[in-house]
């Protein structure tokens, strides 16, 4: 299957700052990326969906303006958690889907983030 | 997109077939199935999918019954590393991969 990056896969930060987590389709244009967040013992939650070029999508009770997605290029997203704290720790994992596979979606390893 | 049913949990001896059941009565026509599963503090990783027919590849079979109101994942030879929750996710083309609480599946040696 194709390969998804994130980077980093683990951050520790104190609250109130900025965290940038980027997600690259390393063998894939990916013209669709996805959020997802995963707090411990639950399933994972989609937080929003992005197109190449244009303003993501966020599901109900994601705040659009303290989690900033960008999608730029076909191969590159990024996701921004400002201002953040520590209930914001979780486990984000983005994913790609590439033009023609309408369903296969391919996932990055993770991102760990704890929020002091 | 169609909701889906599975067991919390599930246990398996290693070199056994898993079966792994999953219960999506509600699908429509146009509504494929897709499996995926996630090993502890990864990304999941996609197994396999189908609209009707039953399906075969490297990693697992997936047979789907006649009405598509339920289908099965088999690993046919189950081993420590396939240890992991087991998500059935029905979804139309071009659909939001939802995930629901999975199957987790224990291998057991």
């Known amino acids: 299957g194709a390969v998804v990056s994130q980077h980093p896969s683990r951050v520790i930060c104190k609250s109130g700052t900025s965290v940038k987590i980027e997600c690259r389709s390393l063998?894939?244009?990916?013209?669709?990326m996805f959020w997802y967040r995963q707090f411990p013992k639950q399933s994972l939650m989609l937080m929003a969906t992005?197109?190449?070029?244009?303003?993501?999508?966020?599901e109900q009770g994601v705040e659009k303006d303290k989690f900033l997605i960008n999608h730029a290029s076909l191969t590159l997203s990024t996701l921004t958690v400002t201002s953040a704290h520590p209930e914001d720790s979780s486990f984000y994992i983005c994913?790609?889907?590439?033009?023609?596979?309408?369903?296969?979606?391919?996932f990055g390893p993770g991102t760990r983030l704890t929020v002091l | 997109d169609a909701k889906t049913t599975q067991p919390p949990s599930m246990d398996c001896a290693e070199g056994r077939a898993a079966n792994l059941p999953c219960n999506h009565s509600?699908?429509?026509?146009?509504?494929?199935v897709y499996w995926y599963r996630q090993i502890h503090s990864q990304g999941p990783q996609y197994i396999i999918h189908g609209l009707k027919n039953n399906e075969t590849n490297e990693m697992a079979s997936l047979i789907i019954t006649e009405d598509r109101k339920s289908s099965t994942l088999i690993l046919p030879h189950a081993t420590l590393r396939d240890t992991a929750v087991y998500y059935c996710?029905?979804?139309?083309?071009?659909?939001?991969?939802?995930f629901g609480q999975g199957t987790e599946l224990s291998v057991k040696p």
């Open positions: 509600t699908i429509s026509g146009n509504e494929y």
């Open positions: 994913s790609g889907r590439g033009r023609g596979n309408y369903n296969e979606q391919f």
């Open positions: 063998d894939f244009q990916a013209t669709t």
């Open positions: 992005s197109n190449e070029g244009s303003k993501a999508t966020y």
């Open positions: 996710i029905v979804l139309r083309q071009g659909g939001k991969l939802i």
